[in-house]
Structure formats: C-alpha cells, structure tokens
C-alpha cells in the first residue's frame, strides 16, 4: 500500500546532542510537511517543500532544519535539541493543495 | 484569516451511545474541510472530507455534512464503539490561500466506555 513512513518511531537524544528524523513516501506526492505536536494539542506546521522549494513557517525556530534530497524523502534536522523539544513530529504529504496525508509520527525524547 | 472551533472534550460516552462532535470555521474563501483521527501513540489518519457545499464525507460509520450556510462540519457516529477512543480533529485548508497550512481546531477527546 502506498504510504508516509516515518523513522524511528521512537528517538531518544540528550540536551544538545544533534538528531535527525526520517520521511519516506510512495505516494510520489510534490509536497512533504514537517509538524510538530506536543500533548494532543494540534499539529504546529514547521515548515514544507513543494517540490524542491523550501518554505520555512514564520514562527519556526532556527535550531530546526529540514532537507529533501529527493521526491520520496524528507529529513527533519534539530540542531540543538532542547526539552522544549520533546514532541511528536509527524511528516505529511499531498498532491499540491490537496488532502494532507499524515505518518505515524516519531516521539521524540529529550534527556 | 481562517479557523476552526471545535468543541472541547473531553468526551466519555458508552458503548453504542450517539456521539456528535461540534466544528465551526470561519475562511476566507472556500475551503476544503476535514476531520482527521489520532489513535494513542499514532499519527493522523485522515477520516473523511468534504470539498464543498452540502457534500457529506463519510467513513466508519462516520458522517460530517460541510453546511456553508452555517459554516459548520459537525462529526457524527450513531452508535461508537470502544475502538473509537481517540482525538478528533476538524481541520480546512483554504485552495486560494498563498500558503499550503491546514488549520486544526484543538482536537476534541473522545473516550468510549464497554
């Protein structure tokens, strides 16, 4: 089945120490977005790629970065990780502006 | 600018009772509206969606009719079961906005008793 596949599932980083979340999709979607959520709260768009063109969300902080080497993957770098950091980050794609299909999500785990 | 309201839970119910949930919008254009589902320790999975007015999405026994005339997508099950515990969210996304943003209400808690 076609599918947004996120890896690990579970990450576990110290204060400080730089770590990188994986996307994959097959669903050959132009779009790739990086979310954060934190306790059931909402979703908290980070920033997407259309395509290769990346658009950073005003309000992102610095420490987050993000790549996209391809069609099919997409990378959330956090420089720095901070425990304000501990959340969970889900990747998302669609065609264009259509429906945004989500991942499983990685937690994230800062000690 | 674009919102979503949605009604806060939580919200525990018994098996096979009816379970309504509340989303109101407010969008400059004309949106497309969702619910997505989010079990424990799970990501988004999208529940149904309506693209315009008067269009019903449904899913799962699952049903939200998007009511311009109200600005509304309330979600609507006749008869939950325990395996519907989850958070609920009402979300748009706006096709003529310059950005690809969807706006989520707050998500709404729904726990289902045996």
């Known amino acids: 089945d076609a599918m947004v596949i996120q890896n690990p599932r579970y990450q576990v980083t110290q204060f400080g120490k730089p770590v990188t979340l994986s996307c994959s999709q097959t669903?050959?979607?132009?779009?790739m977005y990086w979310y954060q959520q934190k306790s059931s709260q909402a979703p908290k768009l980070l920033f997407h790629y259309y395509d290769k063109d990346f658009n950073n969300e005003a309000d992102t902080p610095d420490n987050f970065q993000s790549r996209r080497p391809n069609t099919s993957f997409c990378f959330l770098d956090i420089r720095s990780p901070g425990l304000g950091d501990a959340a969970m980050y889900l990747c998302a794609t669609s065609r264009g502006r259509d429906t945004q299909y989500f991942g499983p999500g990685t937690r994230l785990t800062v000690l | 600018g674009n919102s979503v309201t949605q009604m806060e839970g939580p919200v525990t119910l018994s098996e096979e009772a009816f379970l309504t949930i509340n989303c109101t919008y407010t969008a400059t254009g004309y949106p497309s509206l969702f619910w997505y589902v989010q079990y424990p320790g799970e990501g988004l999975q999208l529940l149904l969606k309506a693209t315009k007015a008067d269009d019903k999405g449904s899913n799962k026994g699952f049903e939200a009719t998007y009511r311009k005339e109200t600005t509304s997508f309330h979600l609507e099950k006749g008869s939950v079961q325990v395996s519907d515990s989850a958070v609920y969210f009402c979300a748009l996304s706006d096709p003529l906005s310059n950005d690809y943003k969807l706006s989520f209400g707050a998500g709404t808690t729904v726990t289902v008793r045996a």
């Open positions: 669903l050959n979607h132009n779009v």
